[in-house]
Structure formats: C-alpha cells, structure tokens
C-alpha cells in the first residue's frame, strides 16, 4: 500500500500555509492518515539546519554553495526519516515546500547552474518525487502586501527585493507551465474558494473509483 505525497508551493505569502492546513483538516476529517511537514525542516535535525538559513540578514556571509547544500542536506534527512517511510506505510503526506524551491530560489533567482540543482535535487531525493503540486499564485505587489500585515520581521530570504521574487514568480510559472503533476490556483481568491477547488481537483486525482 503506498500513500501520496503532496507538496505545496509559491511565492512567499501566497497562502501554501493556510491551504495545506485546510486539506490537511479536510483529510482527516474524511478519516486519513495525514502527516504535515514542511522544509527545509520536517526533522529534528532539518529544522537545526532551517534556524541556519533563515536566521540573520540578507547581508550576511552565506556562499551560495553552502545554501544549496544546506537546503538539500535538510531534504534528505527529511526524506529517509519521514517522507519515505510514512508514503511506504501508506499515509498522505503534505509538504510545505519541496525540492521545486531549489529550483526556482536556488536555481532561477541565485543562478545557480541548472544540472547541479537537478543533481543535488536528485541525489536528496532518491526518488522521492511528489504526486501533486499546489502552487497558489499571486503577485509580488501582493506578497509583499501580505508579508507587510504580519509582524514585520522577515527572515534572511524574504529580505530579498521585489526583481528577486519576481523572478521566483516567473520561476514557478515556467515549471508548472505544462507540467502534469502542478496544480495551480488564483491564489488571490478567498480561502474557502480556493481551498473548494484544491479539494475537487485532489478528489479527482487520488479519490476516484
Ligand atoms: N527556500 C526553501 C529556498 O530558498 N530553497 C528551498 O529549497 C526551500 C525549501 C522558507 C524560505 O526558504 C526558502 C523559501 C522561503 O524564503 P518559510 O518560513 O517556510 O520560508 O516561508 P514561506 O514558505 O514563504 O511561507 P509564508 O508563511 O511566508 O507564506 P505562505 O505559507 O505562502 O502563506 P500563509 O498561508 O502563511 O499566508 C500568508 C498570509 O496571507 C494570508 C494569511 O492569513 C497570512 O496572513 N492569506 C490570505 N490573504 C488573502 N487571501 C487569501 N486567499 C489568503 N491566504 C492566506
């Protein structure tokens, strides 16, 4: 018996948070084994690693091969110790954030060289590859609009300006352009509206006959 993973996916604010907590209520409601996580983090050690990355100022030294291979030294740890087993043992498993974050932050934001993403990608996985991707989409006017109403800390990476999550934006879009296993919604409906269409369209996928 093998479970679904489900990964989550979007610009900061887009609202992956808020939705995968409403799938993941809805699930369990209808009596599913659910386990949520999220990266980088998920473990006890991948969530050392996060505090690493996602501490401090955007200025600070951080060379961007330590980024990566921190990111995908989390991932892996995720992947032996949690994702793959609780998919073996049948469960749903819903990820905020996964390996198309390299891609789009790592790979199109801080250039880092396609084929080595895809091999650290490849290597932290073990092919670990999601079922589904929900990617809410929004502006960058509209993300920082979102970040701004929070309680105005933001961490190494939301320190970023607006030509670096538009090029996440443009990032996002050019991998779920054309790519079966993405889902992408309005994510500037309302909640209830966009949590009815992630549910129809998960419906649909893993729940039919
Ligand atoms: N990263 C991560 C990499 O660079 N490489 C990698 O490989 C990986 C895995 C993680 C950071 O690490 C980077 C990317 C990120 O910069 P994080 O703390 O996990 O950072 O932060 P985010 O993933 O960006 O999550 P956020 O909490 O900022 O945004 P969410 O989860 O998209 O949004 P959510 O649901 O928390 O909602 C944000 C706000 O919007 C409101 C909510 O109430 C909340 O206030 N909202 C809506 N408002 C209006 N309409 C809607 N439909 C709304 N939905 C939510």
Redesign the pocket.
Known sequence: MSGIFVTFE?I???????QLNMLANWLRASGKDVIVT???GGTELGEKIRNLL?DGNKGDVFSIRTEILL?EASRAQHVDEKISPAIKSGKIVLC???SD??VV??GVARAVDPHTVQFLNEFALCGCIPDMTIFPNISVAESFR??A??DGSR?R??QEDESFFEKIRNGYLGLAKGNARFFMVD?????EI?HGKIRNEFAERFFKN
């Open positions: 979007g900061e604010g887009c609202g992956k948070s808020t999220r990266e980088p996602l990111f905020d954030r996964f974050s390299t932050y790592q979102r970040i109403l929070e961490d990476i939301e994510g500037t409906d309302n909640e966009i």
